[in-house]
């Protein structure tokens, strides 16, 4: 018999990118949504990425199933349900305001909705919840800030910000103020950097918008001053290795750099980011990657244990799950 799945927490998943196509096709009939592709396997056909951008032209595209709170509950109800059968006990998860509000969909019906699913998510699937709303670098300082002003009846929801999308000529930079108004507000702050960006980008997004995590961070590798800044700060870095060789960030997850960024030291988690699309929930990465680059059963309980130091959890809930 299989093993249990090690129990480990996600800190780097979009919930829109867990819509697998039955259920894009099930909200798409639900909602008289017409999709350009006949059937869920000739949508999952359309899988196959040459970048990043490849890959957020379908993930925008397919988000016009999502119209109402029972969608975005029934999406996170599905995701929560996996991630349990896949040992994910805590889930910080990502989601994208401006690409529903953008559609028509009121931010209080997105929130709303992924907030049924994860009120009750500790009972009926035994994961802990917390949500990260991310702003769309892609999109205009001035969106971003009216999002976060239009969150504000809903802080109580969400715990953090994050900053996602297109990252090449869309540097943090773009979004100090925005991200100085979310410390203000109390929020914590991640961002993705260092994906397809250079590590100027992964400094900056420390430096400017005083993130506590660095999403992806890959490219910091080319940086070994940056390198030692990590490792002294203890920064996290969420790595998604499914999802790096999807969108060809790297080459063949036997050649991924997670094994000189763990013998750098750096404080490194793996997640799914977009499971749906990239082939994998998170105990599929924990598989593929000790498959690909041959990982011993203690640096997988590295990786786990490392999930929970990464957390937004407090010091008790920590301690529970170490
Ligand atoms: N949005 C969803 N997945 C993303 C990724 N991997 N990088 C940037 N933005 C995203
Ligand atoms: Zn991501």
Redesign the pocket.
Known sequence: MASAPIPKAELHL?IE?TLEPELAFRLAGRNGVELRYASAEELRDAYSFCD?QSF?DL?YELMAVLRTEDDFADLARAYLERAAAQGVRHAEIFF?PQAHTSRGVPIGTVIGGLARALDDSEERYGVSTALIMCFLRDESAASALETLEAATPYLDRIIGVGL??A?VGNPPEKFREVYDRAAALGLRRVA?AG?EGPPQYVTQALDLLGVERVD?GLRSLEDPELVARLVRDRIPLTV?PL?NVR?RAVDRLEDHPLPRMLAAGLLVTVNS??PAYFGGYADDNFTAVRDALGLDDETLRDLAANSFRAAFLDDARRRSYL
């Open positions: 979009h990118g990043l957020l993930y994208d996602d999308s990252e993705h994906e992806h998604c999802s969108l980011d977009d």
